[in-house]
Each structure stands twice: as C-alpha cells, then as structure tokens.
C-alpha cells in the first residue's frame, strides 16, 4: 500500500541537469518529511536534501548546496530533485524516502520510515 516511487534518472553530461520525481502513496503527504539519498558503488549512503512538506523548509547536504533545489506539490503528493550543474561525482543510485515529521530532528541518520527502490543518475565527464 505505502509506496515512494522515484524517476527522472538517467545519463547527462557533466554540468547538465536532470530533475527527479518521487510519487507518494499510502500515507498522509503533508506529516511527513521527504528526503533524498544517495548511494554511490564502495560509498555508503549519503543524504542529499530533504523537506518539510507542509511548510517548504529544506534542507542540503553541503555537497549539492547551490546546485541543487528540492520542492513539493502536495497536491500531487510529490517532491522534485532539480539537479543542475551537474558533476561526475553526483553519480549515483538515487532513493527518496519518507520519515514521520514528529520523528524529524534534521539530522541524515534519522530512521526514515519508507523507501523508494531507486533511480540510477550517472554524470559522464
């Protein structure tokens, strides 16, 4: 019943853009906050970027900020990874995944709830 399913990945050049989409379903959109990881091959898993789905509030991980900008339609129940200027190492197999926004403390380890399955970004240079 609860699924987030991500897409808008694929091949682009470095310093192109690509935009990701995650679709909720089964829970109530705006009690949660969205986030985006990442997960490169030998690299542990790394957050990118979350947000607040009722109010907007987002955050960045240090590597992306200014390139990267995370939004919402909670008409739709979606959020959007827009990703510009782009870099070979943003290569990566990118989730979204939901977590209870009473749970939220702001920090990448917190235990987010649900997950999507992935979509594969890959930056040639």
């Known amino acids: 019943e609860v699924q987030l399913v991500e897409s808008g990945g694929g091949l682009v050049q470095a310093g192109g853009s690509l935009r990701l989409s995650c679709a909720a379903f089964?829970?109530?959109?705006?009690?949660?906050?969205i986030g985006w990881f990442r997960q490169a091959p030998g690299k542990e898993r790394e957050g990118v970027s979350c947000?607040?789905?009722?109010?907007?509030?987002?955050v960045y991980a240090d590597s992306v900020k200014g390139r990267f900008t995370i939004s919402r339609d909670n008409a739709k129940n979606t959020v959007f990874l827009q990703m510009n200027s782009l870099k070979p190492e943003d290569t990566a197999l990118y989730y979204c995944?939901?977590?209870?926004?009473?749970?939220?403390?702001?920090?990448?380890?917190?235990?987010?709830?649900?997950w999507g399955q992935g979509t594969q970004v890959t930056v040639s240079s």
């Open positions: 995944a939901a977590i209870p926004v009473y749970r939220w403390t702001m920090s990448w380890y917190d235990e987010y709830r649900y």
């Open positions: 947000i607040r789905t009722s109010d907007g509030r987002a």
């Open positions: 089964g829970f109530i959109f705006d009690d949660y906050v």
